[in-house]
């Protein structure tokens, strides 16, 4: 491209840098057709750059996040009905395991379909779903054909971003060149890849809930509930109330879950990934990472109208767990 013409992505960046009084949000039909621009590698490396950094300093609107997901949905292939459960694992773990894992495979123990997506490490300080599976004999499927598999055979299923959207897993690892994480932190765990009627989502920051619930309303999620979770996990963290943002149907709601415990735990000097496998077996008691699991799943319970109230879903979420097969990993 010449010098003297400007290149077509310019124009993005361009609405959201022109300084405080002549910048804006794209609209969700700009930030649509940017994402597309992005995924086919129209982009100059240092206009990606840019793009991410703006939209980092100002944070990512609904409308936003809409547009990109569903720019990064054309890209899939069509998958409808194989999973029951959406549940997105990309924030690591870093001062408590991983217990969420534990209520994705008692949820599908008791006949619910789950697919888990995440990416490998981009942080050398946190533990990732993906890097655990094989403590439980999990492996990650190759392809959306195989995880359609896992899930008929085993109600499970973990796809890596890398597997089914590389130009998305490489920007999610640019997290440690740019000091600062990017929109796509926020957009992979909206993209719902096998497009289930329920899905669970855990942030850090809590100004990201009502985002998070306000784009699944424009991207028409069925059934959707977004949680402060614990490390910024789809995880409900026992020792604090959980304020849970959902959509069903189109309607907005929300709920308070009562903390589990009257003080907090304190958190373990080192992270044994071996613990989640013992205490899945029975092999070790650890009261705040069964509460994790059990109060994990009476969310999910709730969400898929398996339960009615909270106590109700509570209830059935420990009976779940006093059931499990402990010899099934």
Known sequence: MSNETEHPFAEFIRILGKGKKGSRPLTQKEAYHAMRMILAGEVEEIQLGAFLMLMRVKEETPEELAGFVLAVRETLPRIAGSADLDWSAYAGKRRHLPWFILASLLLAENGIKVLMHGSAAHSASRLFAQDMLTLFSLPSAESFAMAEQQLHTRNFAYISLEQFCPALNRMIHLRNLMGLRTPVHTLVRLINPFNAAYSMQGIFHPGYRPVHQEAALLLNQAHMTVIKGEGGETERNPDMQCLAQSVHEGVLSEEV?????????????????????????????????????????????????????????????????????????
């Open 257 to 329: 879950w009562p903390a589990l415990f009257p003080r907090r735990h304190v958190k373990p000097e080192t992270l044994d990934p071996r613990q989640l496998i013992q205490v899945w077996r029975g092999e070790i008691q650890d009261e705040f990472a069964e509460a994790s699991i059990i109060g994990t799943t009476a969310v999910a319970l709730k969400l898929l109208a398996r339960a009615d109230s909270q106590a109700s879903a509570q209830q059935l979420a420990t009976e779940y767990w006093h059931q499990r097969n402990k010899n099934s990993y």
